[in-house]
């Protein structure tokens, strides 16, 4: 038998097909308060009613600042934290991962990819016993040779070699890069159907990144995984994600193909969100006036949650949140600019004339709440 | 302080060749841990072997009464004859067990306690704690007393008992409280998500990470127990025929030795006490560098390292002489310098090795500039924002170099040469730092308008409060406070917020220079977008000079006028910002270029660059780049290239690289065949 046989067993699913999905997933966190008065108790609505699909061969980026919620929908999904509300389907069946057995099944087909490399390793370890505890867990049946040979092979995935090299060492002796490779490999060790990364690449330096997001889509690609790309870096989700979805003060904002939220903005948060990136290729300067703030979680303003930062903000924006408004093809925002009246056109006609473009868009189509 | 550890982490982090298999060994290097296992290790032995080689029966009685040490009885005898050497070897033995078996499960009681509370956390949390608070507060000595004057006399087990009982509460709280944030740690979330049980992350994610801590408290608690145990028997509450250190003392006590002089009977129990108690406190000293692989082979704090930190800051030679130095600063073109570094280099000096961290820096700063660094982990940006401020700490130290500053009247002082007194007026009068980690910068029990008022009544101690306290509200409204937030702590303000406070503080005394060393980058796009459009133009209404540091090339050309691109400590290239962006000439600057992905106008290929940042400790022969360079040629490896002066338009300065495409002046290729060969040999290359 063969360590490439050993390490793809999972059958896998057809490209394209969904793999993971959230439904209206909703998180809220206690912040405990007086234990006697119940004084003081708060509850911070991290996440709020969020669907996402997650396709098998297909990169999806959920983008927001920090703080939106993207870090915990992230671990919502790898089952780290009970949900509030919502449920999560894998491959059609809703994921329980209530107790022990259940909840390492779920994680051996969902891997969590972590954003700080040298936090993320036990610093008393060598490399070669972190990688061999997760072989354990999910190679129970191989021997002590196999298990080294799915190490080496492991490290290979991940072009890490030769393997001795780095298994030898601890932690703090490998680069940030060579680290966030080792994480990988940890991951790539339950053959996963389903990579979480959260903000995978902000910790290392710039000219090391690319290597590990051409890695991450080349797994992809080759073992036909989902890959939730969480980041706070927009123009990192052009160039790698396939899907781009915005997440603000923990509700998605937009969602459709990468090229066409980067480059046809609907919602005013992620026309400010380009807006603000540094990005010296930008030929004209259009900028926006922004002296908000995010809102506090614990009390969330009513209606869209950006309508006090939202320089389009009308009437309703503040009393009604507004639903899917379906823009462009696979692209929808919700926004109460692309509702079909005069007041929102005006406001479109105003959006376009700030950020210089020449077409003004048109009204969207209200999406039912059971649509994806 | 924060940004300072992490500069010498960049330096330590990357690949090392030492291999740690046996590197716990090092740890005895140290004279002093040595020292302390040496002493360990004999009462260990004593305890042992001590019975077997004493020269006599300890109870047995002679007629060689009260005898000072002799050939026949090395320590003398007591009162009824007994032999004192043979009493103090039986006592080892007694004394020893009871202090480790004492500490042992007291250690093991404080582990399981520790650990269950802050691991489970919830209510068997506060069951446990609760019960180990109580055991604090419970006066230990008195209820030792009562324990043991109740618990029968036979045998030390009482003994053992009552001192485990009353001595794991301390260990237990703080092991506690290390579980707690080891919990939180990314590790033991990742060892989470990759499906280990409970168990597993107990015993090899957190108990691993706490052994330095648990062995200090075994080693701290066996040191106790024999002094508790010392003092019960000493007091009478033991059983005072089995000999023990404790014993012999009370005999001693109770036959007056001290009033008939003889110390020989009580000195070498107290003896024994104080010394076994050393060793293992110098045991206790050396032990995070058993345990922390890390410490094994880093050079902080070795003394190498703090005789650095002595060393007053003088300096070699600097490469050119003041007068020549002093002539550039004031002749031709460059008349509205404010700020000139020269040749300036700063090591970080470990065990047995120099890192060079900055190599032979020269810059130049003008009135209203913003001068840009850019550069990556451990490329030295941070570690030369540090040194311009002199605010570097050891074991980094300025080797070479002079920075001179030039007033507003015309003279230049070298900020190297600086005293104390006239270095703190310096540093934010003419000279303001602002760092990356607002919310460690700032004083956490000020308010913000506090700290402000603070900087200028140190500074300006004429200033009448009225007038402090006005321009504590003209600075909150200058960077875009709102002025009734003056009383706010920084713990209320978001993180936003927290670095406008800070540049208000850096702007309270009209410096003439800003250092800012990442001031956005824990910041997000759009907050980071509001604070560099609002430093851009204060820095236009008030005329002062900006040196701003970030790994953030995109963000530095929308900014800067001129761009120093860093490079393993060095300079690589020095041009306009626009320029810069337009025609990079290095290399590096080339593929860090075309790292970075872009938001607007058509996708083009990411390259990236191959390999990683050299390790400073063994740096690459030649140009640092030479390893990861697509386009190095033979004579790369083998010459440090100097900064050569390039062709194309310059507003603030002439471009320069250090590279050797560009040697001999009028043979510099023009950006077009350049690039097409670039193209071609990256091709290749991959």
Known sequence: ?372 | MAINVATVQEVESTDSVVSSRFGWLRAFRRPLTLTGVIIVAIFCVLAIIGPFIAPYDPSSVSKATLQPPSPEHWLGTTQTGQDILSQMLYGTQVSMIVGVLAAVFATVLSVVVGLAAGYLGGISDEILSLLANIFLVIPALPLTVILAAYLPKTGSFGIILVISITGWAWGARVLRAQTLSLRKRDFVEAARATGERTTSIIFRDIFPNQVAVIAASFLGTVTGAILTQASLAFLGLTNVTEWSWGTILYWAQVSSALLTGSWWWFVPAGAAIALLGTGLSLVNFGIDEFINPRLRQAGIGTRKAQRAQVRPTRLKAPRRSRREARASVSGGRTGDVILQINGLEVDYVGEGSTTKAVNDVTLTLRRGEVLGIAGESGSGKSTLAHAITRLHKPPAWISAGEMLYQRDDGTVVDILTMGDEELRRFRWEELAIVFQSAMHALNPILSIGKQIEDAITAHRPSMSASERAARVLELLDLVGIQTDRAGAYPHELSGGMRQRAMIAVGLALDPEIIVMDEPTTALDVVIQRQIVEKIIELKDRLGFSVIFITHDLSLLIEMSDTIAVMYAGRVVELADAKEFYRNPRHPYSRGLLGSFPTLSGPKRELAGIPGSPPDLRHPPSGCAFNPRCPLAFDRCTVVVPPLFALSGEAEWRQAEAACLLYEGGGTVPDRASVHETDERLIEEAR
């Open chain 1, 1 to 372: 038998m063969t360590t490439a046989e050993m390490t793809v067993t999972r059958d896998r699913a057809e490209p394209g097909a969904a793999v993971l999905e959230a439904r209206h997933v909703t998180k809220e966190f206690v912040v405990r308060g007086n234990p006697f008065t119940r004084r003081g108790r708060r509850v911070v609505h991290a996440v709020d009613d969020v669907s996402l699909v997650l396709y098998a061969g297909r990169i999806t980026a959920l983008v927001g600042e920090s703080g939106s919620g993207k870090s915990t929908f992230a671990r919502l999904l790898a089952a780290l934290h009970p949900l509030t509300g919502g449920e999560v389907v894998y491959r059609g069946e809703v994921v329980d991962a209530k107790g022990g057995k259940r909840f390492r099944d779920h994680v051996s087909r969902v891997q969590l990819i972590l954003q700080d490399p040298f936090g993320s390793f036990n610093p008393v370890a060598t490399i070669a016993r972190t990688l061999l505890r997760a072989v354990r867990i999910h190679h129970k049946a191989a021997s002590p040779a196999q298990r080294r040979s799915i190490i080496e092979d492991l490290l290979a995935q991940v072009s890490l070699r030769p393997a001795a090299q780095f298994t030898r060492k601890y932690p703090h002796e490998l680069s940030g890069g060579q680290l966030q490779r080792i994480s990988i490999a940890r991951a790539l060790a339950a053959d996963p159907d389903v990579f979480l990364a959260d903000e995978p690449v902000s910790s290392l330096d710039v000219s090391i990144r690319l290597g590990v997001l051409n890695l991450l889509r080349r797994l992809t690609e080759e073992r036909r995984v989902a890959l939730l790309y969480v980041t706070h870096d927009i123009a990192s989700a052009r160039y790698f994600a396939a899907d781009t979805a915005v997440m603000y003060a923990g509700q998605l904002v937009e969602h459709g193909d990468s090229e066409q939220v980067t480059q046809n903005a609907a919602h005013p948060y992620t026309q400010l969100l380009i807006a603000s990136a540094p990005d010296p290729s930008r030929a004209v300067e259009n900028r926006v006036r922004d002296i908000g703030q995010p809102p506090s979680l614990i009390d969330p303003p009513s209606g869209c949650r950006f309508h006090p930062r939202c320089p389009f903000a009308m009437a309703r924006c503040s009393e009604e949140a507004p639903p899917k408004f379906a823009v462009d093809d696979g692209q929808w925002a919700r926004c109460w600019l692309y509702a079909d009246d005069d007041e929102a056109a005006a406001g479109r006609a105003q959006n376009a004339d700030l950020y210089g473009r020449g077409e003004i868009r048109r009204a969207g189509r209200p999406v039912p709440d059971g649509e994806l």
